[in-house]
């Protein structure tokens, strides 16, 4: 059986020309706690061969076997991208390779640290208050919690609801670390999952000694489908189906920008309309030396060429992504947090943060109150204070939590009877804890911009529950008419276009 060719290259950069570029972010480290060091297993390099447009992949598999390569191994053929993704310790591969009849690239597959870490606070609430709140207050969502969640007001969730929408089926995948798939709140919407992370399970490493731990795929789930059951928090889009997809390790963060291809094309294929890449990997604009993890051992050195390697690994990426749009399917990525200096990709020259760059992917904006522990009638559209930034990169803004100087951290509030730190009611309130020793699973306060996406993510569901047909560009176009114009008039460098309105978006 022949392999499938690549989609012809005019028919991609036709949907180049309507899907918009993305932003960029960058991080830097904001641990949920302290994690035990684990000692790295160095293995042989991999690469991307990249064929030509059209060209059938057995025939280049043929001829890159017979070169013979020192421990040459097949790692995947995905004949619908025109990728081939191969192993080898052997640095002479990569030029022999270029050579072959039909191959347009051959690009080292970089591991990266694709973290997109969030500040997550275990919510402990007692039995005792959870009951009195489950009974005293009236939550318009009908889940006792969801007093706390201001998210749903931002994204005007409730007016979507009552127009009988609430994801209807929409299947949203989401790119990530490890999952808690036995999360009570979100077992029930979980159709698939699949690991991409050799020696790691799909549920999150949790090192020795760590007694609790935090999930942000598994929070970033809640806040698309968590069950509308009445008993804890309630998503965005609560009948939508969750495929989840560990492509980023829990030891190391890292993974190699292989595995997030495969992850998409795992997504469009197990047929995902939505799908949410938690990760973010900096790439720089400059030839670099990549160490293979072993600075300390300079023979397994590569220099990794700005005019090839990074700029062809993009073109690697970039098939998996206009792929997924040609399928039907949006992406979207968040702009990235950085807590000390937020990055401005208007003027950052130095370096490229993907998949949020990449072709067919929308960059989320992140943002949320300030003192809201205090005053709920206070604006919920303030830009988030860790959040990475710019005009030519931000698509659309949403709930991401928010955190700057305004917050008094030794102030004590009270919202409907739930008494915290004022600062932690500023931040997203869901799922997204659990602890090993007791097996028991905790909600979260937490922000980051991941969880901004996670929010656009369960917005763009709701379009595809109404319109279970549509694709990218259409969805591109609602949320830009459909978004509600904060910051500076017309598009700007927090909110992008806007911030994402739920409630209007359902009526196109």
């Keep these: 059986m022949r392999n499938k060719p690549l989609l012809p290259i005019v028919v991609i950069l036709m949907v180049a020309l309507f899907v918009v570029s993305a932003c960029q972010k960058e991080v830097k480290d904001l641990p949920v706690q302290e994690k035990t060091a684990v000692p790295v297993k160095q293995q042989d390099r991999c690469f991307i061969v990249i064929a030509e447009e059209g060209k059938q992949l057995d025939p280049i598999t043929d001829k890159l076997e017979k070169l013979q390569a020192a421990g040459y191994k097949v790692k995947n053929i995905i004949p619908e991208l025109g990728l081939i993704h191969v192993q080898t310790p052997d640095p002479s591969f990569p030029a022999k390779a270029r050579k072959i009849a039909g191959v347009q690239s051959v690009v080292i597959d970089i591991s990266t640290n694709w973290e997109v870490p969030v500040k997550a606070v275990r919510a402990d ?79 999150p490493f949790a090192p020795q000694g760590q007694r609790e731990y935090f999930s942000q795929g598994t929070a970033s789930a809640g806040i698309i489908a968590a069950a509308h059951d009445g008993k804890r928090v309630v998503g965005i889009a609560p009948q939508t189906q969750l495929i989840l997809i560990k492509v980023i390790s829990d030891m190391t963060h890292e993974a190699p920008w292989s595995s997030l291809i495969d992850g998409i094309f795992y997504a469009v294929n197990r047929g995902a309309k939505v799908i949410e890449m938690n990760v973010a990997g900096k790439l720089p604009r400059k030839t670099y030396t990549d160490d293979n993890g072993t600075p300390n051992y300079p023979g397994d050195d590569y220099v990794v060429e700005y005019n090839r390697d990074v700029r062809d690994l993009v073109i690697a990426l970039t098939r998996a992504t206009l792929y997924a749009n040609l399928m039907g399917a949006t992406l979207v990525a968040p702009a990235g947090d950085n807590p000390q200096h937020p990055y401005n990709f208007d003027v950052e020259k130095n370096f490229t943060i993907y998949p949020a760059a990449a072709l067919g992917v929308l960059c989320i904006g992140s943002n949320g109150p300030n003192g809201w522990g205090f005053n709920q009638d206070t604006t919920l559209y303030v830009p988030s204070s860790f959040s990475n930034y710019g005009r030519s990169y931000i698509r659309f803004g949403a709930p991401g939590g928010n955190y700057g100087p305004l917050t008094d951290p030794t102030a004590v509030a009270e919202v409907e009877g739930f008494g915290n730190w004022e600062y932690l009611f500023n931040y997203i309130y869901n799922v997204g804890f659990w602890v090993p020793d007791t097996e028991v699973y905790y909600d979260s306060w937490a922000y980051g911009s991941a969880l901004a996406t996670a929010h656009a993510a369960a917005f763009i569901a709701l379009i595809y529950g109404k319109h279970p047909g549509t694709n990218a560009l259409i969805v591109d176009a609602i949320l830009r008419r459909s978004a509600d114009d904060y910051g500076s008039s017309g598009k700007d460098a927090y909110f992008g276009y806007g911030q994402v309105n739920a409630g209007k978006a359902v009526d196109y």
């Design 125 to 203: 609430l007692s039995p005792a208050i959870r009951n009195t709140a489950a009974k005293a207050i009236g939550v318009p969502s009908g889940d006792p919690y969801g007093v706390l969640q201001w998210d749903l007001q931002s994204v005007k969730a409730h007016q979507a609801w009552a127009k009988g929408y609430f994801g209807n089926g929409a299947k949203v995948a989401i790119l990530d670390g490890g999952f808690l798939i036995r999360e009570p709140e979100i077992m029930s919407q979980i159709v698939d999952t699949h690991n991409f992370i050799p020696d790691e399970t799909i549920e």
